[in-house]
């Protein structure tokens, strides 16, 4: 709504906001979207956001959709609860204050929902016709729904082996779906061969400027989560921390593409802007599978860019990402937070979704239950103190990995 300009997040190129872009046409890097955040912040303020709806448009200052009466495209995705997880801290050596972010609740059943929202209302904004993109499954689900809602052509490649639900979901939703044999990275080389002569957006992770914006609204959530007072009867919100700092000690979050940490970080940037909270920031923590680690094994190594990961497998298939385009940009906030980088096991991870589920209730994701191993991985290497808020990210909903668990 305020948006001033596109800059790359590398070479900081800047881009025009009002026509279609991609990546930075000088280094190939990603663009990030900037703000007036000025003109933002006088009417965006946590008390004004008391009466908003109850999705993410309730940040429209700082999301880059001009005409929101006509363009959003929307399933009021977003401000998902916070909810709190005694039983499960209780299964832990050290006491915390434990919080499960559920974005398993987003329509779609993914927080890919809150990237696709933005992603597509800014495509309909821009004119698109026809949308194209690589992914691992819940991406292409998500892009399925938000392109049918809009009136747009979808157009997916997926590995054969994504989930059966993702499949089904955008065959049904009316996309073109195309299965290939073999990985994201490979399916994102057949939308960038075609996408041309095909007048296809390709609105791959982190090649346009908006799906990041999308997801960083789960930095602004977590804010007001921990500050707003409790509404009635509500999960929702949380008088959560007392003392000065308004966001939680560590963020621990599963790792694909980076888009969700990337944003959040850029979240907690533009609160600081706009003044509502100083420089300190929450301890972002990355999980991945071992069988494709491609941050962590950067993170460990001390490299800025993450070399491409080889043989990956792993049944978490949004972490089925061999190498990442925001690979800087994820391992800058880790270290720039003083957060780090953890791989669990598959078997780890799916018998986290059993655990997570029976002290929680929720059934996670696999990709959202690898939170769980690799908080017990940090506690084991002191790396959490006790009483300090943690919170775990899990992602999307078990329902679409029924093959998992049989
Ligand atoms: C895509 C996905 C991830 C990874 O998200 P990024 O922000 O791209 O790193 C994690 N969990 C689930 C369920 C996903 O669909
Ligand atoms: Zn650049």
Not at 296 to 301: C, G, H, L, P
Not at 384 to 405: A, C, P, Q, R
Request: with cysteine; hydrophobic share 40%.
């Amino acid at each position: 709504m305020n948006v001033t300009h596109l800059e790359c997040a590398l070479c900081s190129k800047l881009h025009e906001a009002s026509t279609l872009q991609n990546l930075c046409v000088e280094c190939g890097k990603p663009l990030l979207v900037r703000y007036d955040l000025d003109i933002a912040a006088k009417t965006l303020t946590p008390e004004s956001l008391a009466s908003r709806e109850s999705s993410l448009w309730r940040y429209r200052e700082v999301l880059p959709v001009e005409d929101t009466a006509n363009n959003i495209v929307s399933f009021g995705e977003g401000w998902t609860p916070l909810l709190k997880a005694d039983e499960l801290a209780k299964s832990l050596p050290i006491k915390l204050n434990l919080f499960i972010k559920d974005e398993g609740q987003n329509p779609t059943q993914s927080f890919k929902a809150r990237g696709m929202t933005a992603a597509i209302s800014m495509a309909k904004e821009l004119g698109v016709k026809k949308v194209a993109v690589p992914s691992a499954g819940n991406a292409a689900g998500a892009m399925a729904a938000y392109a049918a809602r809009a009136g747009m052509e979808a157009f997916i490649f997926m590995p054969s082996d994504t989930p059966r639900a993702n499949v089904v979901e955008c065959e049904q939703t009316g996309a073109n779906v195309t299965l290939i044999d073999g990985l994201i990275t490979d399916c994102g080389k057949i939308v960038a061969e075609r996408k041309e002569a095909e007048g296809w957006f390709d609105v791959s992770t982190l090649k346009e400027p908006y799906r990041v914006e999308g997801k960083k609204t789960m930095g602004y959530e977590l804010f007001e989560q921990f500050n707003s007072p409790p509404s009635e009867g509500g999960v929702a919100a949380f008088r959560g921390r007392g003392g000065s700092f308004p966001l939680p000690d560590v963020i621990i979050y599963p790792t694909g593409g980076g888009t969700g940490l990337i944003g959040m970080w850029k979240a907690f940037d533009e609160m600081e802007q706009m003044g509502w909270i100083d420089s300190k920031r929450p301890r972002m923590v990355t999980v991945q599978s071992e069988t494709c680690a491609p941050i962590v094994r950067a993170f460990e190594n001390g490299e800025r860019f993450a070399d491409e990961f080889e043989n990956v497998s792993t049944v978490a298939s949004g972490l089925r990402v061999p190498k990442a385009i925001g690979d800087f940009l994820i391992l800058d906030a880790i270290r720039a937070s003083g957060g780090t980088a953890v791989s669990v096991t598959d078997d780890e991870l799916v018998k986290a979704v059993g655990e997570v589920g029976s002290a929680t209730g929720i059934f996670a994701a696999p990709e959202g239950a690898a939170c769980l191993p690799a908080l017990r991985k940090l506690i084991e290497q002191d790396l959490l103190t006790e009483g300090e808020t943690v919170v775990l990210f899990n992602t999307g909903s078990g329902v679409k990995y029924l093959e998992v668990f049989q």
